[in-house]
């Protein structure tokens, strides 16, 4: 089964940036559709972006442009860069995946109900 290691969050202040890795074991890398999700306590998951292998991605609306997800499949690790951080991006970043054909093209964001791998969340904190 695969495992999935996130690390790079931490806490910066409105406008900074910040990189989250997720580290990929278990499974072909190639075959999985890998995502980030976000969650605020007493708040639902929600999906921010999701990527398949051929550079297919599908992001949330509230992202504009802000933040870029990348796949290194050399090294088996997704990457989500967050550029002109804001308070309400304050939350838990959790990496997730799913077993999915190569030829998968994605062009919507993820849905919590789609995945069933999930990384352990890493703390990402936007404040003056």
């Known amino acids: 089964q695969v495992q999935l290691v996130e690390s790079g969050g931490g806490s910066v202040q409105p406008g900074g940036s910040l990189r989250l890795s997720c580290a990929a074991s278990g499974y072909p890398f190639p075959r999985l559709l890998l995502a980030w999700f976000r969650q605020v306590p007493g708040k639902q998951r929600e999906g921010v972006v999701q990527a398949d292998r051929t550079g297919g991605t599908g992001y949330a609306d509230y992202i504009r442009g802000r933040f870029v997800i990348s796949r290194d499949s050399a090294k088996n690790t997704l990457y989500l860069q967050m550029n002109a951080l804001k308070p309400e991006d304050t939350a838990t970043y959790y990496c997730?995946?799913?077993?999915?054909?190569?030829?998968?093209?994605?062009?919507?964001?993820?849905?919590?109900?789609?995945?069933?791998?999930w990384g352990q969340g890493t703390q990402v904190t936007v404040s003056s």
């Open positions: 997730a995946a799913r077993p999915c054909n190569i030829f998968t093209r994605i062009r919507r964001p993820p849905e919590v109900r789609e995945y069933n791998a």
